[in-house]
């Protein structure tokens, strides 16, 4: 067991260097003198308990009656803990503004030792080098892992630049349209198939929008994945262009014909025809829950969500049926959103002294039973590939009532390979600083017309030219 351990420091205290962490000499405690009451030795064990401090989602488990914070506190927390005596688990919750704040404690040697994120943000923390490169560790301990999860999920944890392992898998997060089944039946419009194109997607939408006396509209026929910008640019994909080259990472193609047709699609549908919901409309609904309460609320009659509400969807919709389509087809390819949720280790746990811990809760979360919990307490995809395949069956048979729901169709997604990593820059935190506000401009406030893109695209392009020079001096 002790050279093991040292195995696995040896490990981490290599990995640290890689990304520049200070690695400091774990000290022994002193040996108790032979006066030491019981007493004062429980106060010396209580000193050596070893805090593993864990930042997630409270909202994670989109479950009626479920918060993921409690669930995790008086169920699994326990369970680690009794298997692994001297570790403390402690919870902190992901807030609003959570991507920058932890960066900010990063730079400050503050942050959790383990966080969930997702990707752009995941690029950005390996880009400033604050993140333990796994690899050697599981190397060691999983050495099959390039086998056991999901794919291309997993690859989108390789840091090609860094050359670094910057996290495990979660869950697999593909976009889908979830739609109200008796409002197509009820306007005589083909239910959606497998090989739907775009231009299908936009007749249904625009049947399903419907309007007052005074042409207010109702109801909206659907509504793109909303407010974040990787959402909106796979339908530049899908019209032939690209947000950036895939070889560097830097050049970005947001200015080039392809790309503006495809950004120009979701602005007139949003802004000109508007038979796809914008952002501000759906705030003015009032709907506490915008994620998973439009669909119920048949504010909308399609929405593109998250393979993450269907035990919210099950319990909430009562008066129609819901099912659930494939992302349709553009003119020139076909994607969609395939992120990966994942966990990722800070590199101060190095000089903290809790990396061998922090490592056995890592094989923990990404385990069997952590794992399965995913599926049956959240609902969401397991990053296991042995889950995933049977992630449909799981699902019906925590709740019955999901056995009319077309589960399979996240499946097939998966299996037909169109979800798509997000196309993030090298220096993705440069890029956002310029293309985000355009973001804004154009479909969150109707302000602008995508040809700013055309201004913004080679000022990305030099940025990040620019700071690749910076980087490596």
Request: glycine fraction near 6%; proline fraction near 8%; avoid cysteine.
């Given at each position: 067991m002790e050279s093991k351990l040292r195995t696995r420091r040896d490990f981490l205290k290599g990995s640290a260097v890689a990304v520049g962490a200070a690695v400091l000499t774990a000290c022994a405690p002193a040996a108790a003198p032979a006066g030491d009451t019981a007493e004062s030795g429980g106060e010396m064990a209580a000193a050596e308990e070893i805090l593993i401090r864990f930042a997630m989602w409270d909202w994670y488990a989109n479950t009626p009656g479920v918060r993921w914070d409690e669930w995790n506190q008086t169920e699994a927390f326990p369970l680690?803990?009794?298997?692994?005596?001297?570790?403390?688990?402690?919870?902190?919750?992901?807030?609003?503004?959570?991507?920058?704040?932890?960066?900010?404690?990063?730079?400050?040697?503050?942050?959790?030792?383990?966080?969930?994120?997702?990707?752009?943000?995941?690029?950005?923390?390996?880009?400033?080098?604050?993140?333990?490169?796994?690899?050697?560790?599981?190397?060691?301990?999983?050495?099959?892992?390039?086998?056991?999860?999901?794919?291309?999920?997993?690859?989108?944890?390789?840091?090609p630049f860094n050359n670094i392992r910057m996290g495990m898998l979660s869950d697999l997060d593909i976009t889908s349209i979830y739609y109200n089944k008796t409002a197509f039946e009820e306007e005589g419009l083909p239910l959606p198939t497998v090989d739907w194109t775009e231009d299908e997607y936009l007749v249904a939408a625009e049947t399903l929008t419907t309007r007052d006396d005074n042409g207010e509209i109702t109801r909206w026929g659907g509504q793109l994945r909303p407010g974040f910008w990787l959402s909106y640019s796979y339908h530049v994909e899908t019209h032939g262009g690209e947000v950036r080259d895939e070889e560097t990472r830097m050049l970005c193609g947001l200015g080039e014909p392809e790309a503006q047709e495809g950004l120009e699609w979701v602005r007139r549908n949003m802004w000109d025809t508007n038979v796809f919901a914008q952002n501000n409309q759906m705030t003015a609904t009032g709907i506490p829950n915008m994620w998973t309460g439009l669909l119920p609320a048949e504010v909308v009659a399609m929405a593109e969500r998250s393979a993450d509400q269907f035990f919210a969807l099950a319990e909430s919709i009562t008066e129609f049926e819901w099912d659930i389509a494939h992302i349709p087809s553009g003119p020139k390819d076909r994607a969609c959103m395939g992120l990966p949720d994942e966990w990722v280790v800070y590199k101060g746990v190095v000089e903290r002294g809790n990396h061998d811990e922090v490592w056995e809760m890592m094989k923990?979360?990404?385990?069997?039973?952590?794992?399965?919990?995913?599926?049956?307490?959240?609902?969401?995809?397991?990053?296991?590939?042995?889950?995933?395949?049977?992630?449909?069956?799981?699902?019906?048979?925590?709740?019955?009532?999901?056995?009319?729901?077309?589960?399979?169709?996240?499946?097939?997604?998966?299996?037909?390979?169109?979800?798509?990593?997000?196309?993030?820059?090298?220096?993705?935190?440069?890029?956002?600083?310029?293309?985000?506000?355009?973001?804004?401009?154009?479909?969150?406030?109707?302000?602008?017309?995508?040809?700013i893109f055309e201004e913004i695209g080679p000022q990305v392009t030099e940025a990040q030219q620019d700071a690749l020079q910076r980087a490596t001096g």
């Open positions: 680690f803990e009794e298997a692994n005596p001297g570790t403390k688990l402690e919870w902190e919750p992901l807030g609003s503004g959570w991507p920058d704040k932890i960066l900010t404690q990063m730079a400050a040697g503050t942050a959790p030792d383990i966080i969930s994120t997702w990707s752009p943000h995941i690029d950005t923390w390996a880009e400033k080098h604050q993140l333990l490169d796994l690899q050697p560790l599981i190397d060691a301990d999983i050495p099959n892992a390039d086998d056991i999860y999901i794919g291309f999920a997993w690859d989108q944890m390789w840091d923990w979360l990404t385990g069997d039973w952590y794992q399965e919990k995913i599926a049956t307490v959240s609902g969401r995809i397991p990053g296991l590939l042995a889950m995933a395949d049977s992630w449909a069956d799981t699902l019906r048979q925590t709740d019955p009532r999901l056995e009319q729901v077309r589960l399979e169709t996240v499946v097939e997604q998966l299996q037909m390979g169109y979800p798509r990593r997000g196309p993030t820059f090298r220096f993705q935190q440069i890029a956002e600083e310029l293309i985000n506000p355009a973001v804004d401009q154009v479909f969150i406030e109707g302000k602008a017309p995508v040809s």
